[in-house]
């Protein structure tokens, strides 16, 4: 297989400018990782979309710094060209800037992750503006931010109403002025997301924010069909992998059940003579026992 070449933050600035849109999926291990690089993917989030996908969570709010940083490392193993982003969980950066550098720089130099992603807007500009100073490739994240899911009421859909495109611009140029890299916008209908991204210079990307944005992110389990607890309106499913892993599992408890599996196929050789002498080992064994059950 050729190798790629490796996506840097210049690689996607010079996407936007050349109006290429750019694929963006999570990924939170190593096989997807791997399929995700082999498919062609540019970009990757370690989301804290796993606490839901992978941990069995109903939030975001219990992942911690260590699941994010195992899971990152797992997917930088695994992927080598896509750009790959590290999700700041809760409560990693909220606290202070000097919070915010640590465990950012964590996922740089513990986990190989080519930038973070933080979510929240002018209210986190300091932490931007600190993560950025210390030389590390910021993401930032306003719509649907699901750390903050008390606050907004729930999973619910942002920018539609003036009031609420002012916030998300106020934000979004926030971040910008801050040093942020690049921005995703989440959870917003497809105009206001367009008019957001036309006023910025950085990249922004979008999932569930429509097409006028510079690449597309989806979450890797809701596009391969193995996260069926809900399904957002944005989403499509490409395969139905939790389906087939449902059915393959089932056939394979009713071969062990009938004694189909495993078949002799399946068994390791053994040399004939060195079953001949177990044999006769095993039988001599037997002789010895029957002589001395008869001597009794
Ligand atoms: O954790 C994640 O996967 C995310 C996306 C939902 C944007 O932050």
Redesign the pocket.
């Known amino acids: 297989m050729q190798e790629r070449k490796k996506v840097t933050i210049e690689t996607l600035r010079a996407m936007k400018r050349q109006g290429e849109k750019a694929t963006f999926i999570?990924a939170y291990d190593y096989p997807l990782a791997k399929y995700a690089e082999r498919a062609g993917i540019d970009m990757i989030?370690v989301?804290?979309?796993?606490g839901m996908t992978v941990l069995g969570h109903k939030t975001?709010l219990p992942v911690t710094m260590d699941d994010m940083i195992r899971a990152s490392q797992a997917v930088t193993r695994g992927a080598k060209a896509p750009f790959i982003i590290g999700?700041m969980p809760f409560m990693s950066y909220q606290p202070s800037d000097r919070d915010a550098v640590i465990n950012a720089g964590r996922f740089i130099s513990e986990a190989n992750c080519d930038a973070v992603?933080l979510?929240g807007g002018r209210r986190v500009a300091e932490r931007v503006k600190a993560i950025a100073g210390a030389g590390i490739v910021v993401m930032g994240?306003l719509g649907l931010t699901?750390q903050a899911l008390a606050q907004m009421g729930g999973y619910r859909v942002q920018g539609k109403s003036l009031a609420q495109y002012r916030q998300l611009l106020d934000d979004a140029l926030a971040l910008e002025d801050a040093g942020a890299h690049m921005l995703?916008l989440?959870a917003i209908p497809n105009e206001v997301a367009a008019l957001i991204h036309d006023q910025l210079q950085i990249p922004v990307y979008g999932?569930g924010a429509g097409s006028g944005v510079d690449g597309q992110?989806v979450?890797i389990h809701d596009l391969i069909g193995m996260f069926d607890e809900f399904k957002p309106k944005f989403v499509k499913r490409y395969a139905e992998v939790g389906q087939i892993i449902t059915e393959a599992i089932a056939a394979y408890c009713r071969e062990v059940k009938e004694g189909v599996f495993p078949g002799p196929e399946h068994y390791y050789p053994i040399p004939p003579e060195q079953l001949t002498e177990i044999m006769a080992y095993v039988t001599g064994k037997d002789k010895d026992k029957d002589s001395r059950e008869q001597g009794a």
């Open positions: 999570t989030l989301g804290d979309s796993l975001t999700d992603k979510e994240h699901p995703l989440e999932i992110l979450i």
